[in-house]
């Protein structure tokens, strides 16, 4: 099996795995998502009707802002988008490698022919004398 092959047959089981767990985890992380939205938005609320807060009391928002972002990465990574991506990477650079791979076998071949004839009018030239 070629290595183009490997890396699609992955592409193709993570894109299986993903599509039966993402309407699961699509749900809990959308749950997740609400409830946090709810939090951040009090706490913008919060730190909107109180700028001197100290600092620890902000600190909540911000962390609240950054477990939103890793929310939405999860879901990426759980749907098979960030693996798929990566596989379609992977197959790309091998057919780029493939297709040098091949001008180099081509012109290997013309060498060799163009030797071979060279050998060829050599030996020929050697018969004659």
Request: glycine share 4%; no cysteine; aromatic share 4%.
């Amino acid at each position: 099996m070629s290595l183009l092959d490997a890396a699609r047959q992955v592409a193709g089981k993570a894109k299986e795995l993903g599509a039966r767990m993402e309407p699961h985890v699509n749900t809990a992380i959308t749950a997740t998502q609400a409830q946090f939205n709810e939090v951040s938005a009090y706490w913008k609320d919060y730190r909107a009707k109180n700028p001197t807060a100290d600092s620890a009391v902000l600190k909540i928002g911000e962390t609240l802002d950054d477990i939103q972002k890793k929310l939405g990465d999860v879901s990426d990574n759980v749907s098979g988008a960030k693996v798929l991506e990566q596989a379609n990477a992977l197959i790309e650079q091998q057919r780029k490698y493939n297709d040098v791979l091949a001008t180099r076998l081509a012109e290997a071949l013309d060498e060799i022919k163009n030797l071979n004839a060279r050998v060829g009018r050599l030996e020929k030239s050697d018969d004659r004398r």
